[in-house]
């Protein structure tokens, strides 16, 4: 596979859950992992979390979602996963999962990143 696509968003209230899927390789043994990125109006496009052959030892969060957020990765799938517990309404984004580059580096930056996934909008309300 070398599109990523994501499952709807849609509206969630402020304290609900959400589940974002994405059909996506694995991209085993690069440099970067797969990531979920996201885009908030007027700011720059984020790491939100990634995760590396399914090693949850790998994974990181942004500080605004650490402790709501959980990626997750099904490697024989090719399966991402975002589960969003707790949203707030500072969530609301468009969404992306995106593949790493062959030689990424700042894995943290999206210019690490080659394949993105459409985007999926994620709005939420109060």
């Known amino acids: 596979q070398v599109t990523l696509t994501a499952s709807v968003g849609g509206s969630v209230q402020a304290g609900g859950s959400l589940k974002l899927s994405c059909i996506a390789p694995?991209?085993?043994?690069?440099?970067?992992?797969t990531a979920w990125f996201r885009h908030i109006l007027g700011k720059e496009r984020e790491r939100v979390a990634v995760?590396?052959?399914?090693?949850?030892?790998?994974?990181k969060y942004a500080d605004s979602v650490k402790g709501r957020f959980t990626i997750s990765q099904d490697v024989a799938k090719k399966g991402m996963f975002l589960q969003m517990d707790s949203v707030k309404v500072e969530d609301t984004a468009v969404y992306y999962c995106?593949?790493?580059?062959?030689?990424?580096?700042?894995?943290?930056?999206?210019?690490?990143?080659?394949?993105w996934g459409r985007g999926t909008q994620v709005t939420v309300t109060s």
């Open positions: 995106a593949g790493p580059k062959y030689r990424a580096r700042l894995c943290a930056s999206p210019d690490a990143y080659g394949v």
């Open positions: 694995s991209y085993l043994q690069r440099p970067c992992g």
């Open positions: 995760i590396r052959d399914e090693d949850e030892s790998t994974i």
